[in-house]
């Protein structure tokens, strides 16, 4: 059984930054489509960084690049989200979510993933 746990939420101003985890345990696949997904009030799940494990290939929304940073420890099994110049379009849920398919293309689709986490809330505001 693959459990997504997230950690690292909070509340910080414009301009700041914080750093999210996702501690990974139960995979039973070589490889795995790993994504950052938020959801904000009244608004759809969106893609935010995807990360394959085969290759280390990463994905960024449009709205995130260049302010956000994929990225995984596989001595600590564990998922990060490095996200800097944090602006108060960027508060919502932030979910950790794996899939052991090649989702090549299709990353940022949430109904792709099978395994997901509970969710951190980050709240920036200005």
């Known amino acids: 059984q693959v459990q997504l746990v997230e950690s690292g939420g909070g509340s910080v101003q414009a301009g700041g930054s914080l750093r999210l985890s996702c501690a990974t345990s139960g995979y039973t696949y070589s490889s795995y489509c790993m994504g950052w997904f938020r959801q904000a009030p009244g608004k759809e799940r969106e893609g935010v960084a995807g990360?394959?494990?085969?290759?280390?290939?990463?994905y960024y929304a449009d709205s995130v690049k260049g302010r956000f940073t994929i990225s995984q420890d596989n001595a600590k099994n564990t998922l990060y989200l490095q996200m800097n110049s944090l602006k108060p379009e960027d508060t919502a849920m932030y979910y950790c979510?794996?899939?052991?398919?090649?989702?090549?293309?299709?990353?940022?689709?949430?109904?792709?993933?099978?395994?997901w986490g509970r969710g951190t809330q980050v709240t920036v505001s200005s």
């Open positions: 979510a794996a899939d052991p398919r090649s989702l090549r293309g299709t990353w940022d689709q949430a109904h792709k993933y099978n395994y």
């Open positions: 990360y394959y494990t085969s290759g280390g290939a990463t």
